[in-house]
C-alpha cells in the first residue's frame, strides 16, 4: 500500500528556534498534501493544503509567516515552524493524495514537537 | 460546507460485546466518509472508507461501517470488541482530492 513516511518523528527544540518537518509520499506522487495538527485529547485540524509547485492554502487562524510549506516536488513537502514558542508544541501530521486515485487520503506517523 | 458530528466522546464495552460508534455528517454533495483508528502516541490507520457503491462498507479488524443517506449517519460496528480495540476513533468526511474534516473523536475502552 501507499507510504507517508514523516521525519523527524519527535523534535524537541528551544523556544524562539525553528524547526523543519519532512513529509514523503515514498511509492506514488502526491500533487496535493495537506498538514494536520493535533492537539493532546483533541482531533486533528487542519492547517494548510500543499500543492506541488505553488503556495499553500492555509486555514483560517494559521500564520502563514509562522507556519512555511514548501511543496518542491511530487514527493516531498515540508512545513517550517518558526520561531517556535510552548505553545507550538503538538503533533503535526501531515497526509497525501495520490494524483492517480484522489479517494483516500494516506496519513504520515506524524510528528511531536515540544518547544520548551 | 461539510461537517462530522460523533455523538459519545467516551465508550465503554466489555470484552466481547458489540461495538458501536456514531457518527453523523453533514454534506451539500455526496461525501467520502472514513473511519480512522489512532493507538496513543501514534498516527491514524484507516479502518474503512465509504465513496461509492455498496453501502455496506468492512474494514479491517473485523469492523465495518454502513452509510445511510437517509440518515446522514455512517456508524462504525464490530461483534466482538477485543482488548486490543481501547483506542482513539475518528469519523472524517471528505470529496474527492480535498481535505479530510474529521469529528471530535470517540475514545473506546474495552474492559475485560
Known amino acids: 500500500g501507499a507510504v507517508v513516511s514523516q521525519h523527524p518523528s519527535w523534535v524537541i527544540c528551544k523556544s524562539g528556534t525553528s524547526v523543519k518537518i519532512e513529509c514523503r509520499s515514498l511509492?506514488?506522487?502526491?500533487?496535493?498534501m495537506f498538514w494536520y495538527r493535533q492537539f493532546p485529547k483533541q482531533s486533528l485540524m487542519l492547517m494548510a493544503t500543499s500543492n506541488e509547485g505553488s503556495k499553500a492554502t492555509y486555514e483560517q487562524g494559521v500564520e502563514k509567516d509562522k507556519f512555511l510549506i514548501n511543496h518542491a516536488s511530487l514527493t516531498l513537502s515540508t512545513l517550517t515552524v518558526t520561531s517556535a514558542h510552548p505553545e507550538d508544541s503538538s503533533f503535526y501530521i501531515c497526509?497525501?493524495?495520490?494524483?492517480?486515485?484522489?479517494?483516500?487520503?494516506?496519513f504520515g506517523p506524524g510528528t511531536r514537537l515540544l518547544v520548551l | 460546507a461539510q461537517s462530522v458530528t460523533q455523538l459519545g466522546s467516551h465508550v465503554s464495552v466489555s470484552e466481547g460485546a458489540l461495538v458501536l460508534l456514531r457518527c453523523n455528517y453533514s454534506?451539500?454533495?455526496?461525501?467520502?466518509l472514513f473511519w480512522y483508528v489512532q493507538y496513543p502516541n501514534q498516527g491514524l490507520q484507516l479502518l474503512l472508507k465509504y465513496t461509492t457503491g455498496a453501502t455496506l462498507v468492512k474494514g479491517i479488524n473485523g469492523f465495518e461501517a454502513e452509510f445511510k443517506k437517509s440518515e446522514t449517519s455512517f456508524h462504525l460496528t464490530k461483534p466482538s470488541a477485543h482488548m486490543s480495540d481501547a483506542a482513539e476513533y475518528f469519523c472524517a468526511v471528505s470529496q474527492a482530492g480535498t481535505a479530510l474534516i474529521f469529528g471530535k473523536g470517540t475514545t473506546l475502552s474495552v474492559s475485560s
Open positions: 511509492d506514488f506522487q502526491a500533487t496535493t
Open positions: 497526509s497525501a493524495i495520490d494524483r492517480g486515485s484522489k479517494e483516500t487520503q494516506y
Open positions: 454534506s451539500s454533495v455526496p461525501p467520502y
